[in-house]
């Protein structure tokens, strides 16, 4: 079955500065990549999602890229700010899995002032 | 207003005394999961639903019980609870026909002495 795994388990960055949180993934069936947030006591939240037909996708200070090839698939935030610290979980899914998503371990980005 | 609702939000019991966490949703939503949180193990699914009367186990399912009566709830049974079931438990939805977001409710912090 499917295993998505996720680098780094905590990311450390400064203020301002890029963070980049990666996963990969094993079945190539695969083709929707969701990435949720979490604050600190808080549920999950989608924040931004990629399907296989598309390479990047971005949202503000957010992007995700996908590489179909390498069956990997990353989060990039720029310009971090505090608000930015959570827990961010990235999954994958099949059209045909009964919208089962299969998750990352998460990873915790701290934003140091 | 949009939402999935957990009750209780928090929960202290005794090992073997029966216990229900309920879940409900006003999206209409067909798809229902619920899922456990603990430290360093990410989110992992205990059982979830495609629709009412059709329920189907995850990873984690020992201990649990579900039912899907209607379409709106999606209780959570630990007929006899253990202290290794201690765990921030959430509920999501989701519909396959206008995308994949799950919703998740606000979570249940259960421990079990």
């Known amino acids: 079955g499917e295993n998505v795994e996720q680098h780094p388990s905590t990311l450390s960055v400064q203020e301002g500065d890029s963070a980049v949180i990666k996963c990969t993934y094993s079945d190539s069936a695969s083709n929707y990549f969701p990435w949720y947030k979490q604050e600190l006591g808080k549920r999950p939240q989608l924040i931004i999602d990629i399907r296989s037909n598309v390479g990047e996708k971005k949202d503000q200070r957010i992007a995700v890229t996908l590489n179909k090839t390498a069956k990997h698939f990353s989060l990039h935030i720029t310009e971090t700010q505090p608000e930015d610290s959570a827990v961010y979980f990235c999954a994958a899914s099949r059209w045909d899995s009964n919208y089962q998503l299969i998750w990352g371990a998460g990873t915790k980005l701290i934003i140091k002032p | 207003e949009a939402q999935v609702t957990q009750n209780p939000r928090y929960l202290i019991t005794v090992t073997g005394k029966k216990l229900t966490v309920t879940c409900s949703q006003n999206?209409?939503?067909?798809?229902m999961s619920w899922y456990r949180q603990d430290p360093g193990l990410g989110l992992r699914q205990i059982y979830y639903s495609m629709n009412v009367e059709v329920t189907d186990k995850g990873d984690v399912p020992e201990g649990y019980k579900v039912s899907r009566k209607e379409k709106r709830n999606f209780p959570l049974i630990l007929e006899s609870p253990s202290p290794n079931q201690t765990s921030l438990y959430f509920c999501?939805?989701?519909?396959?026909?206008?995308?994949?977001?799950?919703?998740f409710g606000p979570g249940t912090r259960l421990t079990v002495t």
């Open positions: 999501a939805s989701s519909s396959g026909t206008r995308g994949y977001e799950q919703y």
């Open positions: 999206m209409n939503h067909e798809y």
